[in-house]
């Protein structure tokens, strides 16, 4: 379960909203480099976990440690400077900009927040619209995008961010199979770069083609963690899933 | 560069106006269309930017003219350092606005600043020591400054530069990075948020620069119609208009409600003289609909589609 060099490391994580108890002490790890799969049935806690990981909620108990330092009381824009960055389930692109602009918010904000004047922001918001397939589409406003380039340019502007760990929540949902392939090969593809990246998906074929490590959600507690083979296996996960 | 040799040459002409324009009435109705041009500006810092609209520009308004009043009962504060008082309470007003919008958005933020405004008013209403309900009448000046002979000429170039310095601020913050971070939070808060834009930060400053423009704007009334009354300075008018003219000049550029407030502006001024001041009430509200249902983006948009033919802002 531990990690000898983890990158995050979630102690005893709890929420709730009012009396509901959307996660119950998780802790788990996750290593340097490493593709995580999170998986578990609608209402299990995924998104509400990633929501805490990434600052858009606060935790009430329990400690997350990323690369060593204590983040669960930051506010999400520092989180993403450290070098969290995530897409979200529903694309929310920034509707009035185009394609390449909606890159150029977080290499402003975040790649540079140093110094904000960028030498050349453009040229290196192309460079990642290129690495995803998006570069001609740079100059298209991005609310008229379709949902595979939207759920492409989530991923590219989570990437302008310049993240150590990227979140992707379902980037892949709604997807037709071809489309589904093209994104885990940009997901491969950043991981061979080095970036941790966890990922939420209900395609249960993409999450075990991608991850090393899946961990089982199920009503806000770990019913299972470990290679896919055994999570697929484990007789609560199919319980979980199928109801059995 | 050319923006800087606009803003001058407007500063200069505003400077120069009484040797050519001796009609008192053009300085009255011009220092109207000046305000408007601040209000709207800065309404559209906080609203057009970043999406919070805000209802209650009378509040801020109001809170630059009395805080100007006050100082000047109370030491003669010269016109320059009430402006300046002025910009500085609203300025804080606008910050506090601004922590509103930590719990806040959409409807609920507007209504909230309606109710600001509301309070304000009856603050000011039962205080005794500027006039409360029944107002205070202000003396101008004695001394006339510079080389003026109209304290109302001199008042249109103080609100000239005022106006210059807001559409100057306005553009710088458009055209840079905090211009983009606010266009960020418009769009989507929460996905700014996780770019890296301390979505706090940005709408405090936004909401607080916002709020010392409207003030500096209210700073003068007091002395421009040399009486004050709550009604009046805290009237709902400023904040339709304050809000009316970005939409209809173009939220989206420093210049929409630039565009917006000369033209609403300008109209209200003829309409009042021509036909009554009531009616001119009337014109806001069927422009105001007329552009927020045929053309949403102003007339930037319409200039953008039709003039340069894209559709991309």
């Known amino acids: 379960?531990?990690?000898?060099?983890?990158?995050?490391?979630?102690?005893?994580?709890?929420?709730?909203?009012?009396?509901?108890?959307?996660?119950?002490?998780?802790?788990?790890?996750?290593?340097?480099?490493?593709?995580?799969?999170?998986?578990?049935?609608?209402?299990?806690?995924?998104?509400?976990?990633?929501?805490?990981?990434?600052?858009?909620?606060?935790?009430?108990?329990?400690?997350?440690?990323?690369?060593?330092?204590?983040?669960?009381?930051?506010?999400?824009?520092?989180?993403?400077r450290l070098g969290i960055a995530r897409s979200f389930q529903i694309p929310r692109p920034f509707g009035s900009m185009s394609v390449l602009e909606n890159l150029i918010v977080p290499l402003e904000y975040v790649a540079h927040s140093g110094s904000l004047h960028l030498s050349d922001p453009r040229g290196e918001a192309m460079e990642i619209l290129k690495g995803m397939g998006l570069a001609d589409k740079a100059d298209t406003l991005s609310s008229s995008l379709s949902q595979v380039e939207l759920r492409k340019m989530e991923l590219a502007r989570a990437m302008a961010a310049r993240p150590r760990l990227l979140i992707s929540d379902e980037a892949m949902a709604g997807l037709s199979s071809n489309e589904v392939s093209e994104v885990l090969e940009i997901l491969f593809k950043l991981n061979a770069s080095g970036i941790t990246i966890?990922?939420?998906?209900?395609?249960?074929?993409?999450?075990?083609?991608f991850s090393q490590r899946i961990l089982c959600l199920d009503a806000g507690r770990i019913i299972c963690e470990g290679s896919p083979e055994k999570v697929v296996a484990n007789p609560d996960v199919q319980r979980a899933y199928l109801g059995a | 560069m050319k923006f800087l040799f606009g803003a001058l040459a407007l500063i200069g002409l505003a400077a120069a106006a009484p040797l050519f324009v001796r009609l008192e009435y053009f300085y009255f109705a011009g220092f109207v269309v000046l305000q408007f041009i601040v209000l709207a500006t800065a309404w559209n810092i906080l609203g057009g930017f970043a999406g919070y609209v805000n209802f209650g520009t009378g509040a801020f308004f109001a809170v630059g003219a009395y805080s100007a009043v006050a100082l000047y009962k109370a030491v003669q504060l010269p016109l320059g350092l009430q402006i300046l008082a002025g910009a500085a309470t609203a300025g804080l007003l606008g910050f506090l606005v601004g922590l509103l919008t930590l719990r806040l958005r959409g409807i609920f933020f507007s209504i909230a600043t309606i109710a600001i405004t509301i309070i304000l008013e009856t603050v000011v209403m039962n205080w005794h020591y500027v006039g409360g309900a029944k107002g205070l009448p202000i003396l101008r000046p004695t001394e006339m400054p510079l080389y003026f002979t109209n304290y109302t000429q001199w008042l249109f170039?103080?609100?000239?530069?005022?106006?210059?310095?807001?559409?100057?601020?306005?553009?710088?913050?458009?055209?840079?990075?905090?211009?983009?971070?606010?266009?960020?939070?418009?769009?989507?808060?929460?996905?700014?948020?996780?770019?890296?834009?301390?979505?706090?930060?940005?709408?405090?400053?936004?909401?607080?620069?916002?709020?010392?423009?409207?003030?500096?704007?209210?700073?003068?009334?007091?002395?421009?119609?040399?009486?004050?009354?709550?009604?009046?300075a805290f009237s709902l008018n400023y904040a339709v208009n304050a809000l009316a003219m970005p939409i209809i000049g173009g939220t989206a550029h420093w210049i929409g409600p630039v565009i917006g407030a000369i033209l609403l502006g300008t109209v209200q001024q003829v309409v009042t003289v021509t036909i009554s001041s009531e009616m001119n009430v009337l014109v806001v509200g069927v422009m105001l609909v007329v552009f927020v249902v045929g053309a949403p983006e102003g007339i930037l948009g319409l200039w953008n589609r039709y003039v340069l033919k894209k559709s991309v802002p």
């Open chain 1, 1 to 80: 379960m531990s990690q000898p060099d983890a990158l995050l490391k979630i102690g005893s994580l709890s929420k709730h909203f009012g009396g509901f108890t959307a996660l119950d002490q998780v802790s788990v790890d996750v290593g340097r480099g490493e593709r995580f799969g999170l998986i578990g049935p609608n209402g299990s806690g995924k998104t509400t976990l990633i929501n805490c990981i990434s600052g858009a909620l606060q935790n009430d108990q329990g400690s997350i440690l990323f690369d060593g330092a204590e983040i669960s009381r930051m506010p999400a824009y520092k989180r993403t």
């Open chain 1, 198 to 209: 966890i990922m939420i998906e209900h395609i249960m074929q993409a999450v075990m083609k």
């Open chain 2, 157 to 232: 170039l103080v609100m000239t530069v005022i106006a210059v310095l807001a559409v100057a601020t306005a553009r710088y913050i458009q055209t840079g990075w905090i211009g983009r971070g606010l266009r960020a939070i418009r769009d989507n808060e929460g996905a700014a948020e996780c770019s890296g834009v301390p979505t706090l930060k940005l709408k405090l400053a936004a909401a607080t620069i916002s709020g010392a423009l409207m003030g500096a704007a209210g700073a003068p009334f007091a002395q421009y119609l040399s009486f004050i009354e709550p009604s009046s």
